[in-house]
C-alpha cells in the first residue's frame, strides 16, 4: 500500500517557481506518481504523471530522483490561479487501494 | 462536450429518503469510479468498475448500491439518507484501472441530507 505524505499547505508570490514535494517511501517497482490539482467546487483534473527522472509538460515538471521515495511537482511562474489543493497519487495496476492522501494547499499572493 | 458529467449538481433531501447521481463518461474509458469528499476535503474512494463489472468496493455502507447499465454509465443510488451522507460526490473514469490509470472527473454532486 503506497502511502503518500505531503505538506499540508504551502503560501507563494505570483512569479515565482512553487516546488511540492511527496514522500513515498515504499514504493512499489510497478507504481506510476500521478499529480492532480482541484479547485474549490471542481473535481480533482490531471497535470502529470512519471514513473522515474524527470517528466515536462505545458502545465508543469515532475522530478522523480533514483530511489523514486520522493517526487517532487513543479509549478514555474505560478499566478493568482494557480491557487488550489495539489494532490500526489501513487499506484499501479495491482489490486491495490486508490488513496488520495490529504493533499497541500497551495495559496498564491499577489 | 462534457468528458465526464454528473447530475444533478445539487441534491437537497430529507433523511430517510432514496435518491439516485447519475454519472456518465464520453472518453471511451473501461473503468469508472465514485468518490465522496467530506467537509474536511477528504477524497476517499468508494466504488470503482470495469467495463460493467465491480472492481474495488470500499468500506461503505450497503445503502450505497453502484449501477453499471454499460460501460459508459456508473449511477449511484443510496438508500436511507443519513446526515452523514452529506458531502461532494465525484465521478470519475480512467482508461486503466488502479492507480497507474490517469483519472477524469465530473464536476461532483453536492449532496446535503436535512
Known amino acids: 500500500l503506497a502511502k503518500t505524505t505531503q505538506p499540508i499547505s504551502m503560501d507563494s508570490y505570483e512569479g515565482q517557481e512553487v516546488n511540492i514535494t511527496c514522500s513515498h517511501n515504499?514504493?512499489?517497482?510497478?507504481?506510476?506518481i500521478t499529480w492532480y490539482q482541484q479547485f474549490p467546487s471542481q473535481g480533482p483534473r490531471f497535470i502529470i504523471q512519471?514513473?522515474?527522472t524527470k517528466v515536462t509538460n505545458e502545465v508543469a515538471s515532475l522530478f522523480i530522483p533514483a530511489d523514486r521515495k520522493s517526487s517532487t511537482l513543479s509549478l514555474p511562474r505560478v499566478s493568482l490561479s494557480d491557487t488550489a489543493v495539489y494532490y500526489c497519487?501513487?499506484?499501479?495496476?495491482?489490486?491495490?487501494?486508490?488513496?488520495f492522501g490529504k493533499g497541500t494547499r497551495l495559496h498564491i499572493l499577489p | 462536450d462534457t468528458a465526464v458529467s454528473q447530475t444533478p449538481k445539487y441534491l437537497v433531501t430529507q433523511m430517510g429518503n432514496d435518491k439516485s447521481i447519475k454519472c456518465e463518461q464520453n472518453l471511451g474509458h473501461d473503468t469508472m469510479y465514485w468518490y465522496k469528499q467530506d467537509s474536511k476535503k477528504f477524497l476517499k474512494i468508494m466504488f470503482s468498475y470495469n467495463n460493467k463489472e465491480l472492481i474495488i468496493n470500499e468500506t461503505v455502507p450497503n445503502r450505497f448500491s453502484p449501477k453499471s447499465p454499460d460501460k459508459a454509465h456508473l449511477n449511484l443510488h443510496i438508500n436511507s439518507l443519513e446526515l452523514g451522507d452529506s458531502a461532494v460526490y465525484f465521478c470519475a473514469s480512467s482508461q486503466f484501472t488502479r492507480g497507474a490509470g490517469v483519472q477524469y472527473f465530473g464536476a461532483g454532486t453536492r449532496l446535503s441530507v436535512l
Open positions: 515504499n514504493i512499489a517497482t510497478n507504481d506510476y
Open positions: 512519471g514513473y522515474k
Open positions: 497519487l501513487v499506484g499501479g495496476n495491482r489490486d491495490d487501494k486508490i488513496i
